[in-house]
């Protein structure tokens, strides 16, 4: 069964490219700011794909969705390590 990826991009488009180069199915692409519209789509994704770089955190709105729908999976795409992006 493959796996179903929103990915939250920020101002680097490549990232969903890259994903499926590497043959991962993206089901969506969304701007950081609409990360609501997860909960809106038919069938919640799988994972969500979040990048980072160049923010200053992770998006607002992260830990509420994460509680509503605690089986959803989540990758962080950071420029470093840093503690404070930690879930």
Do not use: C
């Not at 179903?4 to 890259?18: G, Y």
């Not at 499926?20 to 609501?36: E, H, N, Q, Y």
């Not at 994972?47 to 509503?68: E, T």
């Amino acid at each position: 069964m493959a796996v179903s990826i929103t990915i939250v991009e920020s101002n680097d488009r490549q990232l969903a490219a890259m994903a499926r180069a590497a043959g991962l199915t993206v089901g969506s692409t969304i701007a950081v700011g609409d990360l609501a519209s997860v909960e809106r789509q038919p069938r919640p994704p799988d994972l969500l794909l979040i990048d980072v770089r160049g923010q200053a955190g992770l998006p607002a709105g992260l830990a509420s969705l994460k509680r509503r729908l605690p089986a959803l999976g989540v990758v962080i795409v950071a420029a470093a390590l840093d503690p404070a992006l930690m879930l």
